[in-house]
């Protein structure tokens, strides 16, 4: 499935720039960053589950916000992007 990851994690103390390393390291982990906190993944559903939980586990309930949001694909067709392209196409063979 393809995952659209954004969040917004409170920086004002050192327990939440410590929170937003790691939950920038877990999506880091999971795929690939598009903007600084805006993430597209490719996930099954054990893997979705597993980020899921390990987001719970990282997230401060009532100072940080984390949206997941499923979506159709990250293919052309259904992804408009303006200005400079970032991503990757995770039909294609990755070359490295």
Do not use: W
Request: with cysteine.
């Amino acid at each position: 499935m393809h995952v659209l990851v954004t969040y917004d994690i409170s920086t004002e103390t050192k327990a939440g720039q410590k929170r937003l390393r790691r939950v920038a390291q877990l999506c880091v982990s999971r795929g690939q960053r598009v903007q600084k906190s805006v993430f597209e993944c490719q996930l099954d559903e054990l893997q979705y589950v597993e980020f899921i939980r390990s987001l719970r586990d990282l997230v401060h309930p009532t100072e940080d916000n984390v949206r997941v949001y499923r979506v159709r694909d990250f293919t052309h067709k259904h992804v408009l992007s303006l200005g400079k392209e970032v991503g990757i196409d995770f039909d294609e063979p990755l070359i490295l």
